[in-house]
């Protein structure tokens, strides 16, 4: 099983007590399979991030409490839930009747998908209205990147086909100089939902050149041997997925010159499925 870092912007619910900072992890796993869902409760206090420890939390899924947990001297609590069907399950952790730290509560996501289902990766580049950043990826920074509008029909177009056929896997370069792997999840999870993209599982890779290619290698490794295509904006990213010989395609159109020989150009995202 293969899991990445997503995050949710907690909401306090009252001030009296610490103020904590309530982190998810998503999880990628099969259907009557036992994932293990983990949560990290912190606060900030004048000078640094500090864990909470001993602060009971619960795991809700549909709305029921269906796990308990206590979190350890490192802030962090384990749950253990098994899906039984495949789909997007989303999940809430919660601070469950503290004594000292005001209530407060995280969003997070079980993705659960068959082996054999195809995958399609996007880079997030793709989907952004003049993305910012610089290197072999075009980097997501920030306040920065959670401004830029999408591009017209991507959203529509992935959730296309996304309902019929593929399971998304979104992958967004992060400068580590800037906002956290937990951060930049956080970021784009609410930059996809308030653009009313379809729900997929967020791989945040760092800016070196080799990280996307050691990430897709550890999901093969992992039992995830049904990843088809890599749909991006960089020369870079269609590279990483041709030297694995899977399909690239490149949208928007890109310069002349700029696409790999065996790579697949689509001038809008109207075209893209046209190139699948």
């Keep these: 099983m293969i899991f990445l870092v997503w995050t949710a912007t907690p909401t306090i619910f009252a001030t009296e007590n610490l103020p904590g900072i309530l982190v998810v992890e998503d999880r990628l796993t099969s259907p009557n399979h036992p994932a293990t869902i983990e949560a990290t409760l912190t606060w900030k206090g004048f000078k640094a991030e500090a864990a909470l420890g001993g602060e009971p939390l619960e795991l809700l899924v549909a709305g029921k409490v269906v796990a308990t947990a206590v979190t350890g001297g490192d802030g962090r609590a384990m749950f253990s839930y098994t899906p039984k069907a495949k789909g997007s399950v989303p999940f809430t ?80 370069t992060q400068d580590r100089t800037t906002d956290s792997t937990s951060q930049v999840s956080a970021q784009v999870r609410q930059w996809l939902k308030d653009r009313k993209f ?74 893209v499925r046209r190139k699948l």
């Design 93 to 172: 952790v919660r601070i469950a009747n503290s004594p000292r730290v005001a209530a407060i509560e995280a969003n997070g996501n079980l993705a659960v998908w068959e082996r054999r289902g195809p995958i399609m990766a996007v880079e997030m580049a793709s989907l952004m209205d003049n993305p910012v950043g610089q290197g072999p990826s075009l980097i997501w920074i920030g306040k920065e990147a959670e401004s830029r509008g999408p591009i017209p029909d991507a959203a529509e177009e992935l959730g296309k086909v996304t309902q019929f056929y593929y399971n998304l896997l979104y992958v967004v």
């Design 198 to 271: 379809p729900v997929g599982y967020i791989l945040v890779v760092p800016s070196d050149p080799a990280a996307l290619g050691m990430k897709l290698d550890a999901l093969h490794a992992a039992g995830w041997k049904a990843l088809k295509v890599g749909v991006g904006r960089t020369k870079f990213f269609a590279e990483t997925f041709l030297q694995r010989r899977l399909d690239a395609v490149m949208v928007p159109e890109p310069a002349k010159g700029e696409a790999p020989r065996k790579a697949k150009v689509a001038k809008e995202w109207k075209d």
